[in-house]
């Protein structure tokens, strides 16, 4: 069994029972090859902290700020998203403390990935809650997800990147950003497609994604970064 201690000085969280946070841990793949494993997978816990980060989250919102709700919305979905949620979890070092089956254990570049690692952190928050009691959870998730906030509205990761890019293009070159399908492969259940993004006649950047849009958003992202804009 991980020595949990560790990862509680990370999270600056002491367990009263250590297999509350234990459970949060075990990935669904690892008890299919341990199905002896004396603790369940960690959705249901994911569940719940799923449901506590997002009422933290908004209830700091409302306090603290008096925009529109469309903005705030944009901006809590900034936070909590997957990719955020994954980045805080890679931060924290919590993968390393991860049941998974030996596939996934070594599968570190997929997306799937980054959704266990965001999936795991929300079972972090769900397993505090449950443990500690909503103080404690509400402490964690503004230490480590509402410190995010600043960031967000500086690099405004809050608009999704294709109206970022489509926003920069039209002020600097006068330009509408255009996209073409550059090649698309495998069944029609499980397509993947290669999209370019064009300023007039020239690729900035490509993308690529399970739909067109997500590989449209990817390559938006790509070129921001490829113009520095």
Same mark, same amino acid.
Request: aromatic share 6%.
């Given at each position: 069994m991980n020595d949990l201690k560790k990862l509680e000085q990370t999270l /600056? $969280?002491?367990f009263k029972d250590k297999d509350t946070l234990?459970?949060? @841990?075990?990935?669904r793949s690892y008890l299919n090859e341990h199905p002896d494993f004396r603790l369940g997978h960690n959705e249901r816990l994911e569940f719940l902290g799923d449901a506590v980060l997002e009422l933290v989250v908004t209830e700091f919102l409302y306090k603290n700020y008096e925009n529109p709700e469309g903005e705030l919305t944009n901006w809590r979905a900034a936070l909590v998203n997957a990719d955020m949620m994954a980045v805080i979890c890679d931060g924290l070092n919590v993968e390393e403390f991860l049941y998974l089956s030996k596939g996934e254990a070594k599968d #570190?570049? +997929? #997306?799937?990935?980054?959704?266990i690692l965001a999936n795991a952190i929300e079972a972090v928050i769900g397993s505090i809650y449950l443990d500690l009691g909503w103080d404690e959870a509400k402490d964690f998730i503004h230490r480590t997800v509402l410190i995010k906030l600043p960031e967000i509205l500086r690099d405004q990761l809050h608009i999704? =990147? #294709? +109206?970022?890019? &489509? *926003?920069?293009? &039209? *002020?600097? $070159? /006068?330009?509408? =950003?255009?996209? #073409? $399908? @550059?090649? *698309? *492969? /495998? =069944?029609?259940?499980?397509k993947k497609f290669e999209i370019g993004v064009y300023i007039n006649k020239e690729l900035v950047a490509k993308g690529y994604g399970t739909s067109k849009h997500e590989a449209q958003v990817a390559a938006a992202a790509e070129a921001l970064k490829t113009k520095d804009w």
């Open positions: /600056g $969280v002491t234990r459970q949060a @841990l075990v990935h #570190k570049a +997929s #997306k799937a990935r980054r959704y999704d =990147p #294709k +109206s970022r890019f &489509q *926003e920069a293009a &039209q *002020e600097r $070159v /006068g330009v509408t =950003p255009n996209y #073409k $399908v @550059l090649s *698309e *492969e /495998g =069944p029609d259940h499980n």
